[in-house]
Structure formats: C-alpha cells, structure tokens
C-alpha cells in the first residue's frame, strides 16, 4: 500500500509516553497502525511513536497515562485546555503547537495567553512568527515546525516527461493573484476547489452544506472569463493531490498567510517547482529563486513561469536545490530539534 512508509525505521522506540492531542476527529495508536503520509498534526504521533486524540479535550485522568503531551492549539479547544493544563500532573511536560496561520492569534484572548503560560515549550511552524509569539508569553518560544514525510510523498511524484504544461493555482481563497500570473504568461491552469459549499468563498457555487458535482464546479469556472484554458477538479485526498497535482510543470502558490504552506513542502519532495511568498517561510528555504516579496508581485511571478517553462535545465537545478534543502523538515530534524527545546530526549536512537 502507498501508505506504508519505505523509509520508517520501526525499530526506534519511544523513551517517554507521548500523546498528541487535535480538533482533527480521528484517534489511534502508534502501534496499531504503519507510518503513513499524515497532514499536520497527526505526524507528531508517529514520529514520537506516540498516540492521537483528536475531535476534543481529553479528560485529565488520561494524562496521567503520558509522559509528554503535544497540544495543537485550535481556537475551539482552548478553554479547555486553559483548565486541562493545569490539571496535569506536575511530573507531564506540556508542548503547545502553533500550527494554524500566525494571523489567527493576533487578538490574543485570555484563554490562549493562559495555555501558552502554562506550557513548558511553545513549537511554531512559522518562522516569521516568533517573535510575536514570543512577546506574549514568558514560556520560550521556538521554531520547530512539524515532521514532514516527505521521502514517503515523493513515491507519488510524476516523472517530469509526463507532466502536463499547464500550472496548478495553489490557494483555495484570495487566489486572484495567482490567477493573475496564470493569464499573464497565457499558460492554461488547473484547480483543487473546495466541495462544501461554506468553503467556497470566492466561488458561486453553493449548496447549503451539499457537495456539489464537477459539472457544477466547471461551469463556475467558466464564468470568471479567463483569457486561459481552466480545467479543474474537487478536492481530494492527499495521496490523489499528490498524483494529480505532479502531473502540472509548475504550481503558483501566491499566499498572503503565515502558515505552514503544505504545498511549498509537497511541490519540494515531488520535484515540482513552487512560486510562492516570503510569509509562508518554508518558500525562502526551499525555493529562493521563486520567492516573491508579496501576492502582489504578479509580474516577478510571471517572468519565473516563463523561465521555468522555458529552461528545462534550471527547472531541474531549482528541484534538486529544494529536495536537498527538505532535510531540514523531515521527521527526524523536527524531533532533534523539540529535543532541543525540551533538554531532553523523547527517542532511543
């Protein structure tokens, strides 16, 4: 199966007693499942050999089962956590992990300056974040970013012979400016759209929470006009976005968030080059040469699709570089360096 890692090493045990804890509602043990290609939190679990537990608060009698708790901070858990955090026991050490936008916590609430207090450790997956973050709480603040799979997704990747010459417009909102460079540089385009209907908030297409068919999609698309080829597809799961996604030459990824970017992590290990803006922060990492300043840098943009389309032999120095530079997101980097954070082991190597 494609979920089965062939790079895991599963003879690596856990030294402390990790649980990790999300809105994601999905639960499950490290033991009971293979590694897999996993979104965001969930890889915690697996690269701590831990357990998940997710779709809400867990009670405080469950912590005392556990050494070590990682704690996503989603905004409708945290006055749950705000007590849960100090009901663990005194002998639990407490991870709290940004993993939403930075702009999320801008208007920092009482519960949420409570739980980062209270943490041992704060882990941000946004470079450009710390600081802020670090100027609302005492408790250390560090980069640590999440355990990327990412020798596992590049299984998925298409070989460059078979990719496709149109572009994949990355963003699900404020995409017009990806667009943009789409249409300036008169290169067909392909899209992920959303299928429930609140998501769409861009889009004319609504059903009241119903899912809504490719032809109904289709016809939205046609009706912004765009002077380029469109061509789309419902949104899927991640293995399928991975094969779907890799068949296109060069994915515009033009994000005014300061998250955590998935698809600049995902276009590095399938070998697909990224345009994409400073505020992600994995971008200036991976892809230097196609970083731009801001969403508005439509003509920067362009002159990168351009030269990417045109120059088969810096397309490929441009993927090489950023498959190199992935090992700083791999799962084992991201655990050495919450190791580090927390001056204490969490894996016998």
């Keep these: 199966m494609a979920n089965q890692s062939l790079s895991y090493d599963f003879s ?46 867990p009670p405080p009698e469950l912590l005392r089962e556990y050494d070590l708790v990682l704690a996503n901070l989603d905004r409708k858990l945290l006055p749950g956590f705000s007590k849960l955090i ?4 005194s002998d639990v050490r407490w991870v709290s992990t940004i993993e939403g936008g930075g702009g999320d916590y801008l208007a920092p609430d009482a519960d949420l300056l409570s739980v980062l207090d209270a943490s041992d450790v704060v882990s941000n997956i946004n470079r450009h974040t710390t600081a802020y973050l670090q100027s609302l709480t005492n408790t250390p603040v560090h980069w640590i970013g999440v355990p990327y799979p990412g020798e596992d997704i590049a299984q ?3 070989p460059y012979a078979e990719r496709c010459g149109d572009v994949l417009i990355c963003p699900k909102r404020d995409a017009e400016p990806s667009w943009k460079v789409a249409e300036l540089c008169g290169v067909d385009a392909f899209c992920f759209v959303p299928t429930v209907s609140r998501q769409l908030r861009n889009a004319r297409v609504f059903a009241s929470h119903r899912y809504v068919g490719k032809d109904v999609l289709m016809r939205d698309l046609a009706s ?71 969403i508005f840098a439509i003509d920067e943009a362009a002159a990168m699709v351009r030269r990417l389309l045109g120059d088969e032999e810096w397309y490929h120095s441009v993927c090489l570089r950023a498959a190199a530079a992935l090992a700083e997101f791999l799962p084992d980097a991201a655990v050495q360096r919450l190791e580090c954070a927390l001056g204490e082991r969490v894996l016998d190597r």
């Design 12 to 57: 690596i045990k856990s030294r402390l007693r990790v649980l990790v804890v999300s809105v994601i509602d999905e639960q499950f043990r490290f033991s009971d499942l293979p590694y897999r290609v996993t979104n965001s939190t969930e890889g915690w679990a697996y690269a701590l050999r831990g357990d998940f537990k997710g779709g809400g608060v």
């Design 86 to 89: 100090r009901q663990r026991p």
């Design 156 to 158: 998925f990747a298409v």
């Design 224 to 294: 912004h006009g765009r002077p380029i080829g469109v061509d789309g597809a419902l949104e899927c799961g991640l293995e399928e976005t991975w094969r779907v996604g890799s068949r296109r030459k060069v994915w515009i990824n033009l994000d005014p968030r300061y998250t955590w970017s998935r698809w600049v992590l995902d276009g590095a290990a399938l070998g697909v080059p990224v345009i994409s803006t400073v505020s992600t922060a994995h971008s200036c990492a991976l892809f230097p040469e196609l970083t731009v300043p801001n």
